[in-house]
């Protein structure tokens, strides 16, 4: 016998005391594609109509208040034994699903990583790197638990912890002709100097808006597609790009002429935390976040 999931139960209660798909998926902090394909699912597994659908209202069958009825229950029971299974576990033990963006992965994660893994010997993290958009989809979706990204970024149905901020720096070839990096001023650049990444990384909007980029004429229309394509093509002295201050001291700058130089205080990105609200797990997540400000590279005690 197929029996629903945990998901498919939570999403039909929401949606029955919503009476509308559109408001159920807003509460339940999920898309309302996956909020409907989850409730379709549901029917299948039952193999019954739950909901009668117009293009005006939705109205729960008389089989679907009934199934309702017995989810609350079913949802109430379940819950009360993660309370009791809460009781005497551990926080940060376990599975845990982190998001990270691949602006901040190569620059943050080797240094904190095995020290995570030393503290919380019985935390099993699994790492899914991907671009913002995706990586908030996916944590909306319930395919990850918590997101590390960069901020701002416009998000709905989240908690967010900022943990600090990150500096953005000049990022040249050493001895490059294109620009003085101790006298750096945006407006004697040339045209077709600066190197961004592709349109989807968040790094190329921080960037744009941190560094005051207005002039897009000073900007290369070829763009990188990665972070490690991008520091390429700054090393072979195609341009010149803008770097967050973690990236100094990275393993894709070793071996390279690629040389970060600070700019002003106000040309920043803030780097923190997010995940979905009302989960029972925020206090881990806040201890995730304390963790890794504390042992991130540059952090200055």
Known sequence: MRLPSTKQLQYFVALADVGHFGRAADASHVSQSAFSNAIKELENTLQTQLVDRTKRQVTITATGQEVATQARLVLRDMEQLADLAAENRQPLTGDLRLGVIPTIAPFLLPPVLPKLRRTYKDLNLYLIEDQTSRAVERLMDGELDVVLLALPWDMRGVET???FEDQF????????????????????????????LEDGHCLRDHALAACKIRNTQKVQPFAASSILTLIEMVDADLGITFLPEMAAGSALLRNTQVRLYPLGEKSVRKIGLVWRKG?????EFEMLGEFINENRPGKKN
């Not at 990096?181 to 961004?196: G, W």
């Not at 989960?279 to 206090?283: G, P």
């Open 161 to 163: 912890l900022e943990l």
């Open 169 to 196: 720096c000049l990022a040249c070839r050493k001895g490059t002709q294109r620009v003085d990096p101790e006298r750096y001023r945006f407006d004697r650049l040339a045209a077709d100097s600066i190197l961004l």
């Open 279 to 283: 989960s029972n797990r925020t206090e």
